[in-house]
Protein backbone atom coordinates (compact mmCIF):
# COMPACT_ATOMS: atom_id res chain seq x y z
CA UNK A 1 0.00 0.00 0.00
CA UNK A 2 2.25 2.65 -1.45
CA UNK A 3 1.77 6.40 -1.04
CA UNK A 4 0.79 7.21 -4.87
CA UNK A 5 -1.26 10.52 -3.44
CA UNK A 6 -4.41 8.67 -4.15
CA UNK A 7 -5.15 7.21 -0.67
CA UNK A 8 -5.61 8.86 2.30
CA UNK A 9 -6.77 8.35 5.72
CA UNK A 10 -9.50 10.38 7.56
CA UNK A 11 -10.01 10.75 11.56
CA UNK A 12 -13.49 11.22 12.97
CA UNK A 13 -13.30 11.91 16.62
CA UNK A 14 -16.06 11.82 19.08
CA UNK A 15 -18.78 13.72 21.88
CA UNK A 16 -17.00 17.16 23.01
CA UNK A 17 -13.60 16.40 20.75
CA UNK A 18 -12.49 18.42 17.49
CA UNK A 19 -9.81 15.80 16.06
CA UNK A 20 -6.76 17.53 17.68
CA UNK A 21 -6.96 15.20 20.28
CA UNK A 22 -5.71 12.10 17.93
CA UNK A 23 -2.15 14.35 16.72
CA UNK A 24 0.06 11.42 17.90
CA UNK A 25 -2.16 8.75 16.51
CA UNK A 26 -2.51 10.43 13.48
CA UNK A 27 1.24 10.74 12.87
CA UNK A 28 2.10 7.18 13.55
CA UNK A 29 -0.28 6.22 10.98
CA UNK A 30 1.37 8.33 8.87
CA UNK A 31 4.44 7.21 9.52
CA UNK A 32 3.56 3.69 10.02
CA UNK A 33 1.54 3.57 6.60
CA UNK A 34 3.19 6.18 4.74
CA UNK A 35 -0.50 7.90 3.93
CA UNK A 36 -1.66 11.31 4.22
CA UNK A 37 -3.83 11.65 7.41
CA UNK A 38 -6.31 13.80 7.81
CA UNK A 39 -8.70 15.29 11.35
CA UNK A 40 -12.53 15.70 10.34
CA UNK A 41 -14.02 18.18 12.02
CA UNK A 42 -17.68 18.42 13.01
CA UNK A 43 -19.76 19.83 15.73
CA UNK A 44 -20.60 17.13 18.20
CA UNK A 45 -22.99 18.29 20.24
CA UNK A 46 -24.75 20.99 18.99
CA UNK A 47 -24.62 19.02 14.86
CA UNK A 48 -27.14 16.45 13.79
CA UNK A 49 -26.31 13.37 12.48
CA UNK A 50 -27.38 14.42 9.33
CA UNK A 51 -25.07 17.40 9.33
CA UNK A 52 -22.04 15.61 10.44
CA UNK A 53 -22.90 13.27 7.57
CA UNK A 54 -23.18 16.25 4.94
CA UNK A 55 -19.86 17.85 6.48
CA UNK A 56 -18.35 14.31 6.15
CA UNK A 57 -19.04 13.76 2.50
CA UNK A 58 -17.84 17.31 1.57
CA UNK A 59 -14.77 16.52 3.22
CA UNK A 60 -13.69 13.22 1.26
CA UNK A 61 -15.55 15.01 -1.78
CA UNK A 62 -13.13 18.04 -1.55
CA UNK A 63 -10.07 15.31 -1.00
CA UNK A 64 -11.03 13.18 -4.44
CA UNK A 65 -8.95 10.28 -2.66
CA UNK A 66 -9.11 6.90 -5.14
CA UNK A 67 -8.72 4.93 -1.89
CA UNK A 68 -9.95 5.74 1.60
CA UNK A 69 -9.35 4.50 5.21
CA UNK A 70 -11.36 5.81 7.79
CA UNK A 71 -10.84 5.22 11.53
CA UNK A 72 -13.22 6.66 14.36
CA UNK A 73 -13.27 7.30 18.02
CA UNK A 74 -16.57 6.63 20.04
CA UNK A 75 -19.32 8.62 18.82
CA UNK A 76 -17.27 9.21 15.28
CA UNK A 77 -17.97 5.79 14.53
CA UNK A 78 -21.37 5.88 14.31
CA UNK A 79 -21.29 9.24 12.21
CA UNK A 80 -18.90 7.24 9.42
CA UNK A 81 -22.17 4.47 9.93
CA UNK A 82 -24.83 6.42 9.03
CA UNK A 83 -22.49 8.77 6.49
CA UNK A 84 -21.96 4.92 4.35
CA UNK A 85 -26.26 4.66 4.90
CA UNK A 86 -26.51 8.16 3.30
CA UNK A 87 -24.17 7.99 0.87
CA UNK A 88 -22.97 4.35 -0.08
CA UNK A 89 -21.27 5.36 -3.34
CA UNK A 90 -17.53 5.65 -2.14
CA UNK A 91 -14.13 5.11 -2.98
CA UNK A 92 -12.83 1.63 -1.48
CA UNK A 93 -11.14 1.21 1.63
CA UNK A 94 -11.12 0.19 5.33
CA UNK A 95 -13.14 1.12 8.41
CA UNK A 96 -11.65 1.31 12.07
CA UNK A 97 -13.69 2.05 15.23
CA UNK A 98 -12.37 2.87 17.99
CA UNK A 99 -14.21 2.54 21.82
CA UNK A 100 -17.42 3.17 19.25
CA UNK A 101 -20.32 2.45 21.13
CA UNK A 102 -22.13 0.73 18.23
CA UNK A 103 -25.94 -1.13 20.03
CA UNK A 104 -26.02 1.45 22.99
CA UNK A 105 -24.32 3.18 25.34
CA UNK A 106 -25.34 2.57 28.88
CA UNK A 107 -23.25 6.07 29.87
CA UNK A 108 -25.14 8.02 27.93
CA UNK A 109 -28.43 6.60 29.46
CA UNK A 110 -27.31 7.34 33.05
CA UNK A 111 -26.18 10.47 31.90
CA UNK A 112 -29.15 12.05 30.36
CA UNK A 113 -30.89 10.83 33.13
CA UNK A 114 -29.59 13.79 34.72
CA UNK A 115 -31.75 17.12 33.58
CA UNK A 116 -28.78 19.16 33.74
CA UNK A 117 -26.38 16.84 31.91
CA UNK A 118 -28.49 15.90 28.39
CA UNK A 119 -27.86 19.57 26.73
CA UNK A 120 -24.21 19.13 27.10
CA UNK A 121 -24.39 15.27 24.99
CA UNK A 122 -25.69 17.41 22.23
CA UNK A 123 -28.23 16.62 19.70
CA UNK A 124 -26.09 13.85 17.58
CA UNK A 125 -26.36 11.17 21.38
CA UNK A 126 -29.91 11.87 21.81
CA UNK A 127 -30.59 10.79 18.29
CA UNK A 128 -28.00 7.59 18.15
CA UNK A 129 -27.36 6.22 21.67
CA UNK A 130 -30.15 6.70 24.11
CA UNK A 131 -32.33 3.84 22.53
CA UNK A 132 -30.90 0.49 22.17
CA UNK A 133 -30.22 -0.20 18.72
CA UNK A 134 -30.06 -3.43 16.45
CA UNK A 135 -27.11 -2.19 14.26
CA UNK A 136 -25.73 -4.49 11.58
CA UNK A 137 -22.28 -3.77 9.73
CA UNK A 138 -23.38 -4.02 6.29
CA UNK A 139 -21.02 -1.67 4.09
CA UNK A 140 -18.48 -3.06 1.42
CA UNK A 141 -15.67 -1.50 3.01
CA UNK A 142 -14.32 -4.30 6.24
CA UNK A 143 -14.66 -3.15 9.68
CA UNK A 144 -12.33 -3.71 12.13
CA UNK A 145 -13.21 -2.97 16.29
CA UNK A 146 -10.92 -2.25 18.90
CA UNK A 147 -12.62 -2.23 22.62
CA UNK A 148 -10.10 -1.13 25.83
CA UNK A 149 -10.41 -3.06 28.98
CA UNK A 150 -8.87 -0.49 31.10
CA UNK A 151 -11.97 1.05 32.99
CA UNK A 152 -10.57 4.62 34.03
CA UNK A 153 -12.60 7.61 32.35
CA UNK A 154 -15.33 9.71 33.84
CA UNK A 155 -18.29 7.09 32.60
CA UNK A 156 -17.42 5.24 36.17
CA UNK A 157 -19.15 8.06 38.06
CA UNK A 158 -22.67 7.12 36.06
CA UNK A 159 -22.49 3.52 35.46
CA UNK A 160 -21.11 0.66 37.13
CA UNK A 161 -19.90 -1.95 34.66
CA UNK A 162 -20.23 -5.71 35.42
CA UNK A 163 -18.30 -6.13 32.54
CA UNK A 164 -14.70 -5.36 31.06
CA UNK A 165 -14.82 -1.93 29.85
CA UNK A 166 -12.73 1.13 28.64
CA UNK A 167 -14.35 3.36 31.49
CA UNK A 168 -16.46 4.71 29.66
CA UNK A 169 -18.00 2.29 26.81
CA UNK A 170 -18.38 -1.80 27.80
CA UNK A 171 -16.59 -4.08 25.16
CA UNK A 172 -19.84 -5.80 24.65
CA UNK A 173 -21.48 -2.21 23.72
CA UNK A 174 -18.73 -2.26 20.87
CA UNK A 175 -19.37 -5.04 19.04
CA UNK A 176 -20.69 -4.77 15.60
CA UNK A 177 -22.31 -8.02 14.15
CA UNK A 178 -20.82 -7.73 10.52
CA UNK A 179 -17.66 -6.60 11.38
CA UNK A 180 -14.07 -8.42 9.80
CA UNK A 181 -12.06 -8.62 12.96
CA UNK A 182 -12.23 -7.61 16.64
CA UNK A 183 -9.45 -6.91 19.09
CA UNK A 184 -9.58 -5.52 22.98
CA UNK A 185 -6.36 -4.00 24.03
CA UNK A 186 -5.59 -2.68 28.23
CA UNK A 187 -6.31 0.83 27.07
CA UNK A 188 -9.09 3.48 28.45
CA UNK A 189 -11.53 4.99 26.33
CA UNK A 190 -9.69 8.40 25.65
CA UNK A 191 -5.84 6.87 26.25
CA UNK A 192 -6.51 5.01 22.84
CA UNK A 193 -5.26 8.22 20.69
CA UNK A 194 -2.15 8.05 22.96
CA UNK A 195 -1.41 4.36 22.65
CA UNK A 196 1.16 3.10 20.10
CA UNK A 197 -0.76 -0.41 20.46
CA UNK A 198 -4.16 0.86 19.15
CA UNK A 199 -1.57 2.84 16.20
CA UNK A 200 -0.20 -0.40 15.05
CA UNK A 201 -3.11 -2.79 15.52
CA UNK A 202 -5.06 0.11 12.97
CA UNK A 203 -2.37 -0.09 10.57
CA UNK A 204 -1.95 -3.42 10.46
CA UNK A 205 -6.10 -3.47 9.46
CA UNK A 206 -5.40 -0.87 7.53
CA UNK A 207 -2.53 -2.60 5.39
CA UNK A 208 -4.02 -6.42 5.34
CA UNK A 209 -7.58 -6.35 6.66
CA UNK A 210 -6.71 -8.24 10.36
CA UNK A 211 -5.52 -7.16 13.53
CA UNK A 212 -1.98 -8.22 14.41
CA UNK A 213 -3.01 -9.92 17.83
CA UNK A 214 -6.26 -11.10 16.83
CA UNK A 215 -6.61 -14.85 17.04
Known amino acids: MGDDGATHIIYVHGLW ?14 KQLGLPVHA ?13 TAGLQQFVRNLAPKRVHLIAHSLGGLVIYRWLEQFPDQPPGRIVFLGVPSIASRTAV ?3 RREWTLSPLGRCIAEELLTERSR ?7 LGIIAGTRAVGLGRLF ?3 EEDSDG ?20 SHTGMMLSPR ?13 FSLSS
Open 110 to 112: SVA
Open 168 to 187: TVAVSETRLPGATDFVTLPV
Open 40 to 52: FHYRSVSATIADA
Open 159 to 161: VKF
Open 136 to 142: RWTASQE
Open 17 to 30: MNGAESLFLRRRLQ
Open 198 to 210: VAREAASFFRTGH
